[in-house]
């Protein structure tokens, strides 16, 4: 099977015989639907193919087509002209980059149609004259179709006011065309990461139908869990194989690593489809998407930002908190989400609220790994250090832990735990724990959760051992346990199998490590 990675032209991949998920079902709904859309999606998330098979489709390339939905929906293939912008490629930090790129665009097409601007320097005017002469050649509307339009932005976002600004005006005075020359259109698509509707940038003209969190357009890029099953068996079965487990049990490490993407309160899951099409070829599950390029703009605004993520994951919101993005530092969850790194992961229905929090472990890996390297400054891998701890769990070898857990602390720096009050020292401790833990979670079972007295600091679930942890900050691991006795916290796993150990810890805020350490196990009387 021939995977197409990296690829994103319909023409090669139905050419060449690359596997082709098929969505032009969809593709069909939106061309006859509606005229103008917007669909914010992650990076390689597949919105570059989808705009690639758009433009097969108004062109007219019937034969592209041939077997795949559309072809028994769409009975008139008529040619449409078609004008496709793609920002990808291009560094918008230099100072009229933007500029030269839409130039280059509108004069070739100016060419095309026989169009002479002579002394019309006005980059809206001159598309709108191609659009024009394009309709009437035609005797059709043209179709516009934007790759990444924000790209512009997101490179000085945080970077460069003046060119942000100066970037989003050029923008919005382009974009103002398509409601000049509404008459002269077909249909519009465009693309990109955020929904930058704070900064005005689609204020020039007729608000485009925004699809990103509509449920009926939420598989439109990406793979479902049914289209897993319907073009992959083989792939699953080719990796389980190489990795000597059954085809189920691969599925299972599949969904963990790339699926739980949600964009609607359907809740209808969406594989990677970067790492999913990834780990078939290589036929190993490891970490593609997020190693393939963090963006720049995104480790920018989280350590600028106040907030740390464990203040922001696992919480519901309104849409308007996390789908309009305005262009600060302050409130990092609209990036976080429309980057991919957060996704929908309940819906409150009564209150039209959603939870956001981690797709899968993939990305809660990787982004906890980063956070953790700018925040701690140590110089310790914090990922490998998270799955040192876990095996030692894993082997109920409490000591083993405990020593790798003071060394690791040990390692950050004295300035990045001084802090100047105690309020700032909890904070900091309890961060700290936050992302050791969560990075543990990726591969053993974790819980920060509430119980009828309290919420736990943390349980962790190995397949042998269940541990619960209570941490304190100058004081004593005999409180920490006895709070782990009087608020019940191992009531729930009176009937469970595995051995419980209830762990108290005690943290010094002027040394950073462990001050003092207590252990119970349940074979205690």
Known sequence: MKYPIGIQTFEQIIMDGYIYVDKTDLIYSLVTRGKIYFLSRPRRFGKSLLLSTLENYFQGRKDLFEGLKISELENNWLAYPVFHIDFNGVNFNQPRALEAKLEGYISSWEKIYGINPG???NLGSRFENVLRAAAQKYQRGAVVLVDEYDKPLLDVLDRDEKLLNHNRDILKAFYSTFKLADRYLQFVFLTGVTRFSQVSVFSGFNSPKDITINEEYEAICGITEEELQLYFQTSIQEMAKREECTANEMKQILKRQY????????????YNPFSILNAFDSKRPYDFWFSSGTPEYLIRLLNLSDENINEITGK???SSNFMDYKAHAENPLPMLF???????KDYDKRRNRFMLDFPNNEVKSGLLTLIASNY??????TRNIAQEMVFSLEDGNLEKFHGILTAFLAEIPYTMRRKENEREKERYFHYTFYLILRLMSVYTV???KEQSQGRV?????????VYIFEFKLNSTAKEALQQIESKGYANPYKNDKRKLYKVGISFSSETGTIKDWDVQSSDEK
Not at 376 to 381: C, F, G, S
Request: net charge negative.
């Open 446 to 448: 974790y819980t920060e």
């Open 259 to 270: 699926d739980g993407y949600h964009f609607s309160e359907r809740m209808k899951d969406i």
């Open 338 to 344: 429309q980057s991919g790194y957060l996704t929908i």
């Open 376 to 381: 701690l400054k140590t110089n310790e891998d």
């Open 457 to 465: 600091d943390c349980i962790i679930e190995t397949p042998k051992f």
């Open 119 to 121: 002394i019309d320097f």
């Open 316 to 318: 519901y919101y309104d």
